[in-house]
């Protein structure tokens, strides 16, 4: 019943294409070569998901799949009867991509557990800088648009560049960079107090986008862009934009603190991205309570596809991550979801950024597969390297993470 109250309650949308197929390929909106692969599965439960009904066609039936790639596991459920056509890349994707990366910077100063402090510059870098370094063996170009204050310019373009990011869209204001202070209560918990706002940016700030192949944007502080700019965004662009929804769920106190909020044009957003990723708690600001087991999580990615997104993604920190993307069963609409368990990282220094590092990770591996599934396992393990180092001191380490999926 969910699932049906959010298709009506936001039901606005122009007349759809009645070849779903057709629909699909549309929203992909991505210059990509496709392939059409069967993916085949039995009634086996998939571990951490259950079954859940066929979403499409007359009949209630479901199943899951249970599927091994490298040495981690990542659980599937396929909703169909005996195969789904899968609107999925080929993985020979053609090089030399322009990627735009679109957030603006952040200073943040940690105070740790241990009482200590650390002074570091994140917010979208931690975001272009790994892209960059991802890119590197693909030859895709990285074009970040931002805006830096005067109090963090020369840093920060000097970290970008050093990246091997190209700078032509990224413009210095006279005004100061957010600045978050980070109070960790214990390794996982935390709570955050910001100061300093940057102007948004426009539409004659965004015209790049038009050369681009793939757009990331990651609302870092919820203010790079007003709704109507985001929306003339998607009607500009024609290709496949990766959203990272992050502080647009979020609000701010009158003394600087952060705390979950559930805007009220918050779905108007979803309907423009074609992969949309958020953590788990920015996920339960949406649905009005806490998501507590991936079975919570992989419903609610499902219900917020029918906003309009290809594929929803929840990061769960230390538990992975889950999600649900759409596809084409016998020439009908289907969805399926996925569970991607995080891997093993023995010793974890600084998790400040991990949403972020997934963010770039998974656009490479959108960019690379397009398949959601593999993207997601490419991000988890690009997120895994990032905790082991402070900050993006370590960040020309993430490069390795190629090996493990094709080798040296």
Not at 141 to 152: Q, Y
Not at 216 to 221: G, R
Not at 344 to 354: K, S
Request: with cysteine.
């Amino acid at each position: 019943m969910q699932e049906k109250r959010m298709t009506q309650k936001y039901s606005k949308q122009p007349r759809r294409d009645n070849d779903p197929a057709r629909r699909l390929r549309a929203r992909r909106r991505s210059a990509l070569p496709y392939h059409s692969a069967a993916l085949r599965f039995g009634g086996t439960e998939a571990r951490g998901i259950r079954c859940v009904p066929d979403a499409v066609g007359p009949k209630s039936r479901s199943a899951s799949l249970r599927r091994s790639f490298a040495k981690n596991r990542a659980s599937v459920v396929v909703c169909g009867t005996t195969e789904v056509e899968r609107m999925s890349a080929s993985r020979n994707s053609e090089r030399g991509k322009t990627i735009v990366v679109i957030g603006f910077p952040a200073r943040d100063t940690k105070h740790m557990p241990d009482g200590s402090k650390v002074d570091s510059l994140g917010g979208v870098l931690f975001t272009a800088i790994p892209l960059a370094v991802l890119s590197r063996r693909r030859g895709h170009r990285v074009v970040p648009v931002s805006s830096f204050g005067v109090d963090c310019a020369a840093e920060g373009e000097d970290a970008l560049r050093a990246a091997g990011c190209e700078l032509e869209h990224v413009r210095v204001v006279q005004a100061h960079t957010q600045h978050s202070f980070i109070t960790f209560t214990s390794d996982n918990e935390r709570w955050e107090r910001v100061t300093g706002k940057l102007p948004a940016l426009g539409e004659e700030d965004l015209h790049c986008v038009r050369g681009a192949d793939c757009v990331v944007v990651n609302f870092i502080t919820g203010a790079e862009m007003e709704y109507d700019t985001f929306r003339w965004l998607a009607e500009e662009y024609q290709g496949p934009i990766i959203m990272d929804y992050h502080t647009l769920a979020l609000g701010t106190n009158p003394d600087g603190r952060r705390e979950p909020r559930r805007r009220t044009d918050w779905a108007a957003w979803f309907q423009h991205g074609t992969v949309v990723q958020m953590n788990e708690a920015e996920a339960g600001a949406l649905a009005g309570h806490s998501l507590e087991d991936a079975r919570a999580c992989a419903a609610f990615c499902r219900d917020l596809l029918s906003l309009g997104p290809d594929a929803v993604v929840i990061t769960r920190a230390e538990k992975g991550a889950v999600g649900a993307e759409r596809v084409v069963r016998h020439g009908r609409e289907a969805w399926a979801t996925y569970e991607v368990p995080a891997p093993n990282v023995p010793h974890v220094v600084d998790t400040v950024g991990c949403g972020d590092v997934f963010l770039a990770g998974l656009a490479v591996g959108w960019i690379q597969w397009h398949a959601l599934e593999t993207a997601m396992r490419f991000a988890a393990g690009v997120a895994a390297l990032h905790v082991e180092y402070e900050g993006l001191t370590g960040a020309e380490r993430l490069e390795s993470v190629w090996e493990a999926f094709e080798g040296p």
